[in-house]
């Protein structure tokens, strides 16, 4: 049976809720426990602590963290991607993996405090992707008809990531929040492969698989704004996953603020 005290309670804790929800209140953490001993002190050193400790990390990061929400990336999995919709070509890809990540080395990295921006430059000497696809219309004067699995190795890929940040208070400390994240990047080569292509048409399908490995940079032109706003989409969500819940002061070895 209500009585007066349990509705008080009950409208306090609605109450509580309520400013939890709507205010700037945020459950302050450490960095995830993998990385935690590997922060940088902020000195004249600070830019290539990164890189030695953003490598040693990595393989740590890439195993994924739930209480972060940093999925596992050994395979990356993403469910479902539009690589390109155009009047003259569809393809959509489904059940991706991306093999390879752990390995990524950071091969240069560039900070400026003051204006609050951050350049990486990442290696990744082989990375293999596999999934499904569908895929109809026209690639130049090549038509491309199918559905089935794929494959797409990229070999030596260099990623260059530029993050545009900004610094808000919550609850008297410092945090990032990301305003933009920008990537370019470009590979040694690239191989395709398709199968089921023209209903299990082996002459046509060779001919087209060959078709997109001898012009495989005009096709990575052509699939290059999809597959930059999914690495961008990545590298954004695993930022601000964690810049939104570690304040500044828990980021580096030594800070003020």
Sequence with gaps: MWNMKSVNYLVFF???????LSSNYVLTKELPLVVRNLKCPINKDFDACVIENGNKAIPLVAKGDPEYGIPNMVPLKISFMNLIDTPNLHINLRNIEVHGLKKVKVIDYKSDFEKSLFFLSM????????????????????PLKGKGTFSMYLKNGIYNVRMSTKIIEKNGDKYFKLTECKIDYKFEKIV??????????????????????????????DFGPAIERDISKIVSDIFIRITSVVPMKNIFLSFEG
């Design 14 to 20: 609605i109450v509580e809720v309520y400013w939890i």
């Design 123 to 142: 290696k990744v000497d082989n990375i293999t992707v596999v999934g499904n696809y569908e895929a109809d219309g026209k690639i130049s004067i090549m």
């Design 192 to 221: 395709f492969h398709l199968d089921n292509l023209f209903e299990g048409n082996k002459e046509l399908g060779d001919h087209v698989n060959n078709f997109l490995n001898e012009n495989w940079e005009y096709i990575a032109a």
